[in-house]
């Protein structure tokens, strides 16, 4: 996709290419109350990748500590709280925020060549909650903790000691600022396309926050009421979810994932956008059946809603509700695997760059590909119940969700980063990085797999010695892994003080993102784009934007 | 040995051994439900397949597509391909249809409880963090579970506390187990073994210690009531093994240090006499409506036990205990009983 018009000079900014959305203007306040929406993504990026690091390390201290059956480290009590907070600052602090908070503010109105998005004070609304539910979030370990799990589990969450109010408040606010964004996206996307730009030349990124807006619209007031009940349990006994005051924990249960399994595509569904942003431009070919994938992403949206109860195979659900819930779940499973094989039938025959988001994008596939079919693995029923709770669900969902998500959110930033600071890392440090980080996740969740099949259960602080070798395995590999990361944000940090300019095109993208000046100036687009063309057609690109650097 | 701290071991016996099947995947399959294994391995194998399909495309286009000099364009542009894409539609669609089916054959299997099982109805009871088993015939035990290879067998869940849930790999059965609920299991083991079984919902503190080992012996051990620690060799065992029936049984309602609970307390009932002897104390009963005095003796304490409401104690004219038949407390149990009371005594 290109345009006619001579205003979007393939080869940079044409007014004078030092002023940009960086340093127009300067000073806290200008970035404190910022509306503009590559300023909002980048103090995304700064928060939830401090998030993203925090639950990193209490990862690290699960992985140590369960070095010996014994336990290394904690106590079972301090364990406990340690797998609790790993699991809520990954999942509602960076997984379900990070990429459309970061990159997807950064790059959609980019993409739909628009000035901004279309509710600029409410983004920043939404990100002041995000911090706010990370205070909140913080606040709580100061107040005693939590250690419920992520998962919050009624009726241990009504009875625990635990600051669980306090989180309760934060996960409450998080949601609030995820209905935001999604509100937002769905607008912007709705009102602020460029002239040309029909729906079905929309870059799949869009596609992607698109129906990823929709779920967190429709499915996250569902969370934010249930652990508002949750609160109100704890502080006035009203008997909702305590079967000692005629409440059942099953109802809790179902409120919660009839949200987290949602939430699921909340956070998996940009990445997938993403990975189709990327498959194609390293390639240097349209994507394979963009339709198909651009309508299974609504599919997945609309499906998703329909089989939270795959996630309570073992509570003495009906049968029929097991019939139709495991249904249900193997259908998400094909338009799933129309994803994975259109980005596989892209890379065939393309022109295949093995640069830093590519090899990301690579890991993507071969790790998304582990992920799907350990699912299609956890939805038949019986096999469900002998699985349901054990480490081969942790190792399920870790090849999703940081092996899939979050490595897809380093592909992105890997490949938006010259975009959006003008400066290019260092190739080869960002590629050593991105290998070791496949070694170490392969090498951390693999084991895990194994032992859970053999049954060892999740959320334990102390285990049977059969189990040990994998554990170790698996704690190694963490460590492996942790390095990986630890090099791949130096690299990223070294970039901006010592990094070479980055090509005006730095990838040879052909979407309208890339067709803007480096980096983006405070309203985007010197001139306003038109659109002629269909979606990724790489026979508009001039080749020599990729070899020039910018002004 | 074991890591784990059982809450109360009472057969501690060896460790299971590492529960692993042929394949080296699952763990080992000790009951009739195949098909969670074969149901397992076909789709692993289908996994399998698919990623080495889709690692080869992948690898091979690196390979052979890299991108050789900058201004390189794709080999093809090509943007789809409707008999493609509909055959990678079709055929997922069929073989999870077909894991669908499958799996939903092996879980009806273990929601249709069968009668053999029904008739054969343990009970575990779920707090944190232990387990607490009570057997057909009412007999109680903790930590550990006997039951007869072969055998069918129903457990009834029941949580006093929080969720937990009953969990035994190797015999491929998981169920929540739901404060205010009742849940229930059942399976048929097939072979003679000692397994794991293990708490697999989160239940606070001390979660991942609420263990308990499920012994699959033949109905020859199992007749021996291996459960039972039941040991009267000398008077020493004799009253530590009453003492524990005590506990188990009669603690609810009669206390040992005098405090005043349902029935009268045990204190004092027997006293010691001249020397070192032990003789009961007196007690005014009433038996068929007349009043009268009597002296305590193994006789009486078996009375009151088997026909509680025969000798009422005159300070609880209206009784208030059920009789424990020999089915429950057999005689030498409650002589067991006895002398725990007896050295209870003091001057
Ligand atoms: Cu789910
Ligand atoms: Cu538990």
């Given at each position: 996709m290109t345009t006619n018009i001579p205003a979007i000079d393939q080869h940079a900014a044409p007014t004078g290419g030092s002023t940009n959305y960086l340093n127009n203007t300067s000073g806290f306040w200008s970035w404190a109350s910022t509306l503009d929406h590559k300023r909002i993504g980048l103090m995304y990026l700064v928060g939830t990748t401090l998030a993203f690091l925090a639950g990193g390390l209490f990862a690290l201290l699960v992985r140590v500590h369960l070095w010996e059956p014994d336990g290394m480290l904690f106590d079972n009590p301090t364990y406990n709280q340690v797998f609790t907070l790993h699991g809520a600052f990954m999942v509602?602090?960076?997984?379900?925020?990070a990429i459309p908070g970061s990159l997807g503010n950064m790059v959609l109105p980019l993409m739909l060549g628009?000035?901004?998005?279309?509710?600029p004070r409410l983004n920043l609304l939404s990100f002041y909650l995000w911090l706010t539910g990370a205070v909140l979030a913080t606040l709580a370990i100061i107040l005693g903790g939590f250690d419920t799990g992520w998962t919050f589990y009624a009726p241990y969450s009504l009875y625990t000691q635990k600051a669980v109010v306090t989180i309760g408040l934060a996960v409450f606010v998080l949601g609030f600022s995820s209905i935001f964004t999604g509100l937002n996206f769905i607008v912007t996307v709705h009102k602020l396309r460029a002239p040309g730009l029909t729906w079905f030349r929309m870059p799949l990124f869009v596609w992607a926050l698109y129906a990823t807006s929709i779920l967190q619209v429709l499915a996250t007031p569902v969370l934010g009421i249930t652990v508002l009940l949750v609160a109100f349990e704890r502080l006035?006994?009203?008997?909702?979810?305590?079967p000692r005051l005629g409440g059942d924990p099953v109802l809790f249960e179902h409120f919660f994932w009839f949200y987290s399994h949602p939430a699921v595509y909340i956070m998996v569904l940009p990445a997938f956008g993403i990975i189709s942003e990327l498959v194609s431009v390293h390639s240097r070919k349209p994507l394979f059946g963009y339709k198909l994938i651009a309508f299974s992403s609504l599919a997945i949206a609309v499906i998703s809603f329909l089989v939270w109860g795959h996630h309570m195979?073992?509570?003495?659900?009906s049968t029929f509700a097991m019939f139709a819930f495991s249904f249900l779940t193997f259908f998400v499973a094909i338009p799933t695997a129309i994803k994975e094989f259109s980005w596989v039938a892209t890379i065939w025959k393309g022109s295949i760059a093995l640069n830093a988001p590519m090899l990301y994008t690579l890991a993507f596939l071969i790790i998304f590909a582990i992920g799907g079919l350990t699912g299609v693995i956890l939805g038949s029923l019986s096999v469900n119940i002998h699985m349901h709770d054990t480490y081969f669900v942790v190792a399920h969902f870790h090849y999703v969700m940081m092996g899939s998500i979050a490595l897809a959110f380093f592909a992105g930033l890997h490949h938006w980063w010259p975009k959006m600071f003008g400066v290019m890392y260092d190739e080869t440090i960002a590629k050593i990085a991105c290998g070791i980080i496949f070694v170490g996740f392969n090498a951390t969740f693999l084991p895990q797999f194994i032992m859970g099949s053999r049954g060892m259960p999740r959320r334990y602080a102390t285990y049977v010695p059969d189990f040990q070798v994998f554990h170790q395995a698996s704690t190694v590999g963490a460590v492996i892994l942790g390095v990986g990361i630890a090099l791949m944000v130096y690299c990223f940090v070294v970039s901006l003080f010592q990094g070479k300019k980055a090509m005006v095109n730095q990838w040879g993208g052909v979407t309208l993102d890339w067709l803007t000046p480096t980096p983006p100036p405070l309203e985007n687009f010197h001139e306003a784009p038109v659109v002629t063309t269909e979606v990724y057609?790489?026979?508009?690109?001039?080749?020599s934007t990729t070899r020039t650097p910018i002004a | 040995m074991f890591v784990l701290s059982i809450q109360d071991p009472q057969n501690a016996g060896p460790a299971p051994q590492p529960q692993v099947d042929a394949y080296g995947q699952l763990s080992k399959l000790a009951s009739t439900f195949h098909d969670v294994d074969g149901l397992f391995y076909f789709t692993y194998a289908v996994c399998i397949f698919f990623f080495v399909l889709i690692l080869g495309v992948l690898l091979f286009s690196v390979v052979k597509y890299r991108r050789k000099t900058e201004d390189q364009p794709a080999a093809s542009n090509v943007t789809h391909n409707t008999p493609l894409e509909v055959v990678w539609t079709v055929i997922p669609l069929i073989i999870v249809m077909v894991m669908f089916a499958w799996g939903y054959k092996g879980a009806d299997q273990m929601v249709d409880v069968p009668k053999e099982a029904a008739r054969n109805a343990y009970k575990a009871m779920a707090k944190q963090w232990s387990w607490t088993f009570t057997y057909p015939d009412g007999s109680v035990s903790y930590g550990d579970v006997w039951v007869e290879k072969d055998k069918p067998v129903q457990f009834y869940l029941q949580s006093s506390d929080v969720l937990h849930a009953f969990y035994v790999p190797s015999m491929r059965v998981k169920r929540d187990v739901i404060p205010g609920r009742m849940q229930t299991v059942w399976f048929q083991p097939t072979e003679e073994g000692i397994y794991h079984l293990f708490c697999a919902e989160y239940c606070g503190n001390d979660h991942s210690k609420m263990y308990a080992r499920v012994h699959v012996v033949s109905s020859a051990e199992f007749k021996k009531r291996p459960w039972d620690d039941f040991d009267d060799s000398t008077p020493e065992l004799a009253a530590k093994s009453g003492e524990s029936l005590y506990s188990r049984n009669c603690a609810v309602c009669h206390s040992v240090d005098g405090t005043p609970l349902v029935g009268p307390s045990w204190k004092g009932l027997f006293v010691k006499g001249e020397g070192d002897t032990i003789v009961g104390a007196k007690r005014t009963v009433i038996e068929g409506g007349a009043t009268k005095e009597i002296t305590v003796d193994d006789a009486y304490v078996l009375e009151s036990v088997r026909t509680p409401a025969q000798k009422l104690v005159a300070t609880h004219p209206n009784g208030g205990m059920s009789s424990f038949g020999p089915e429950l407390i057999d005689d030498r149990r409650v002589k067991a009983i006895v002398t725990y009371m007896k050295s209870l005594a003091s001057k």
């Open positions: 509602f602090l960076f997984v379900i925020p628009a000035k901004d998005v279309a509710l006035y006994q009203v008997g909702i979810f305590d195979f073992t509570s003495g659900q057609d790489y026979s508009t690109l001039d080749l | -």
